[in-house]
């Protein structure tokens, strides 16, 4: 036996030496990212619960010889193309899920779940068991401002567009991250876009997180401080069964005007039918915990697996960071424009600050409108007002999902 050639043959074939080959460079500068985010969901609580997964993700995938994730594999799947497996030198004419849970890797198995729509519906679904709808539907008028928060999404579509940079597919991924709902952007590019996937969803939970930071001027330069005064009436109480009724009837409105929708709307709503109907609450108590906190896990390290260097490290990822960041402050600066309308028609008894919290962002953005109010009027008491337009953005952002899925699916 042949030590020497033994313990040469075990250094040329370690992760450590692929780092020396061409474009090893690359793993290290994205090790290095995963460090940055791992440090920015643990040390600055950016989205943690899900930014720490994908950071980690993003680490495993990088992680030369680690055989976790195979970006190529999935490129041949979404393709339609042969794929040659590395290992045995087998060509699979046609890639199905059983070739990928027969020759993928862990991550690779997780991310099926991802591709077919499963996590972003069960995390809706444990959306739906948290939510209260009861001040939205206490104040209709709050769907409103809901809908005037997707103006970010379509005017960040268009921009992609114009850039030249990228096709309607991806400009519609683009777009949603003015939704401000992580879940509803992985489900779309997923559909729509799945080599973004890493950076689109980087872009949205960072944004997602950073909400006390960017709403907060473009909530004083749009609005004054008369305005931002007003203390708004107490909204009146919403009934058992009105908040029965709710659930099924939206199911059924959004899914026959965009079937497209089914997924997301269906979840939500049936989780929160789960809360509300006061017979299911092992169900909703599942739903709301459990089940949220493992697909979490499998959802987070899968789309953290697609950041591989090849990908990530390009012009596009920056333009995407940059328009993800527009459409946020566009659909923040939707909600405050109607909600100064609606102040306006309403004779003064609506805070407008309450329309930027008609991005999806549960209960953060409703939560910044409070903050917002009180230093303006340390007895003012927004909160509940606000979650009306905030729950509404749910709705929102997965029916423009839903409108861009049926356009460019």
Known sequence: ??????????????????????????????IAISCLLLYLGIGKKFEPLLMVGIAFGCLLANLPGSEMFHQEMWDAYIAGTAYTVPSTG?????IAFTDIIHHGG????????????????????????????????????SMLLGAAAQLGVFLAFFGAIASG????????????????????AIFLTTKLAPHLLGPIAIAAYSY???????????????????????????????????????????????????????PLIGCLMLGNLFRECGVTDRL?????????????????????????????LSLQTILI?????????????????????????????????????????????????????QKANPSNFLLMHAMGPNVAGVIGSAIAAGFLLAVFG
């Open 208 to 262: 997602m997180a950073l909400i006390p930071l960017i709403q907060p001027p473009i909530m004083r330069a749009l609005t004054t401080k008369k305005e931002r005064e007003v203390k708004m009436e107490q909204s009146r109480p919403v009934s058992k069964t009105e908040k029965i009724i709710f659930p099924i009837l939206v199911a059924a409105f959004c899914i026959l005007l965009l079937p497209s929708t089914a």
């Open 106 to 141: 862990l991550l690779d198995i997780f991310y099926i779940g991802v591709k077919a729509g499963i996590y972003p519906s069960l995390i809706f679904l444990g959306v739906g068991a948290m939510t209260d709808f009861g001040p939205m539907l206490s104040n209709p008028k």
């Open 284 to 312: 909703s108590d599942t739903a709301q915990n459990a089940l949220m906190n493992i697909v979490t896990i499998m959802l987070a390290t899968s789309v953290g697996a697609t950041m591989g260097a090849e990908r990530f």
């Open 90 to 94: 087998e060509v699979i004419e046609h």
């Open 165 to 184: 940079q990228f096709t309607g597919n991806e400009a519609a991924s683009i777009g949603i991250i003015g939704g401000a709902d992580g879940p509803t």
């Open 1 to 30: 036996m042949d030590i020497v050639a033994t313990l040469q043959n075990l250094v040329d074939t370690s992760g450590f030496a692929a780092f020396f080959a061409a474009g090893g460079w690359k793993n290290l500068i994205m």
């Open 321 to 373: 960071v940059i328009l993800g960041l527009v459409a946020f402050a566009l659909s923040t600066t939707g909600g405050l424009l109607v909600g100064k309308l609606m102040y306006k028609l309403s004779g003064g008894k609506i805070n407008p600050l309450i329309g930027s919290a008609g991005v999806s962002a549960v209960p953060m953005a409703a939560r910044v409108s409070q903050v917002e109010g």
